[in-house]
């Protein structure tokens, strides 16, 4: 009986191993959403990628690219200039995203992002990548001075893109600071164990996988984020064209 029992956890063990070790090289995902549902999908890419052939990765069923442009109120992405212009010769449509600094002023990180990023009249909104890394994921700053610095950067955003900028989240910092505000604001989750129903509001992008392996990169890193647009090709386009403050 004992040995049974013991064959039955090594059984275990092993599944769980190759479950682990499977998901983890991006063969199985959590979440696999319906293309069908959500037809609009799209890639979220920084300098990890390293050189990326714009045309071979545009061609793997792929609608948007959001590369990262800056962060904080220095660092700049050594990879957008060439990103940024070699993913518009493509179909697809393009945007760039900041991501956010706790530590500098919100002023200045616009700064940042506005001396790097154009503005171009086909371009998706620009987004803020508000999440936690190092110290601040276990010592969460004080709400009112984190959100002054993400106010901050909204409102210079808006008066220089003349767009409704994207608040991109991760669970814990939307949970801790988000929730209950910015809901005019287009909202896109990272969420790679679950479809983000569970949100106070409604989305409109969401990060589904960070391990698929696609054609066209050689980085060090050899996984690239995937993301839908929650909505139709056409929701897609009235989406844009409604991000624009100044629209008629």
Do not use: C
């Amino acid at each position: 009986m004992k040995r049974k029992i013991l064959v039955l956890i090594s059984a275990f063990a092993a599944f769980i191993f190759i479950i682990a070790v499977l998901l983890y090289n991006g063969i199985i995902w959590f979440n696999n959403p319906s293309s069908g549902k959500y037809p609009v999908r799209g890639v979220d890419v920084s300098h990890h990628q390293g050189m990326i052939d714009w045309e071979v990765l545009s061609q793997q069923g792929i609608d948007f690219a959001f590369i990262k442009a800056t962060e904080g109120s220095s660092f700049r992405d050594s990879r957008f200039e060439y990103n940024w212009e070699n993913a518009r010769k493509t179909h697809l449509k393009v945007g760039a995203y900041h991501f956010y600094s706790f530590e500098s002023s919100g002023v200045t990180q616009a700064q940042n992002f506005i001396s790097v990023v154009p503005v171009e009249k086909d371009m998706l909104p620009p987004v803020i990548d508000f999440e936690f890394y190092g110290n601040v994921e276990k010592n969460p700053p004080e709400m009112e001075k984190a959100l002054q610095i993400l106010d901050d950067i909204i409102s210079a955003l808006e008066d220089h893109y003349g767009m409704r900028p994207i608040i991109y989240a991760t669970p814990r910092a939307y949970k801790l600071y988000l929730e209950g505000a910015y809901e005019d604001y287009p909202i896109w989750i990272r969420d790679v164990f679950r479809k983000p129903d569970w949100l106070t509001r409604g989305w409109t992008f969401w990060q589904y996988s960070n391990r698929k392996v696609l054609k066209g990169y050689e980085g060090r890193e050899r996984f690239i984020d995937m993301n839908v647009f929650n909505g139709t090709q056409a929701d897609f386009e009235k989406f844009i064209e409604e991000s624009r403050l100044d629209r008629p």
